[in-house]
């Protein structure tokens, strides 16, 4: 229960610094200092404040992991994604512009494929749609999702996320339906 509470610590201490600085600019010094622990206990659950980056990120995508449910549109889903980026725009801003802009792009990419591939293999039940056909599909929309959410932090993350997300919801509503419908027609 100690080590909980001061992993969940050392993470909000890092969030609020990342909040308020670039990432190149903090040190584990500042992050023990402000936690009131010594550097041996940071180090005891982290190697460097990147393999902490990592876990957080990991921690986000296992939030939406699971929080994702069949009564979920993709839609959702993906809103739950940008929850974390939303109450910590400066951080992400940062992250985007350091040298481990890659963590938060893997990040990004896996968020999408969780939601893409769970929404798409609820799309085909009763649809005899390749596995192959529905991978394809799930990894289409994955690098779509990714490169629309990376435009949108590169700009500033100043649109809604919820009005975007939701009229592309509209969009191209019933297209992996049709997609998946059409591999069952396609001959090798």
């Known amino acids: ?30 992050i023990v200092r402000e936690c009131g622990i010594n550097r041996n206990t940071f180090y005891y659950y982290y190697t460097d404040i990147y393999a902490l ?5 990991q921690t986000e995508l296992q939030t939406v992991i699971d929080e994702y449910n069949d009564t979920l549109s993709w839609e959702e889903s993906f809103l739950v994604a940008t929850k974390f980026a939303l109450e910590n725009r400066t951080a992400i801003y940062h ?10 792009e893997n990040y990004i ?5 969780t939601v893409m ?13 390749t596995q192959e ?13 990714t490169e629309m959410l990376l435009r949108w932090v590169a700009s500033g993350m100043k649109e809604d996320p919820n009005i975007v997300i939701r009229r592309i ?3 191209f509503d019933g297209n992996i339906a049709l997609s998946l419908e059409r591999s069952v027609n396609l001959k090798d």
Do not use: C, W
């Open 117 to 129: 591939i769970r929404y798409v293999e609820k799309v085909s039940k009763g649809i005899s749609a």
């Open 133 to 145: 056909d529905k991978k394809l599909i799930a990894s289409f929309y994955q690098g779509a999702l």
């Open 169 to 171: 919801g509209q969009l």
């Open 53 to 57: 980056l990592s876990e957080i990120f």
């Open 1 to 30: 229960m100690v080590q909980q509470y001061t992993k969940e610590m050392i993470r909000e201490v890092f969030i609020k610094k990342l909040n308020e600085h670039p990432l190149n600019k903090i040190t584990v010094k500042d």
């Open 109 to 113: 990419y896996n968020v999408s494929g």
């Open 95 to 104: 992250i985007y512009n350091s040298m481990q802009r890659e963590e938060l």
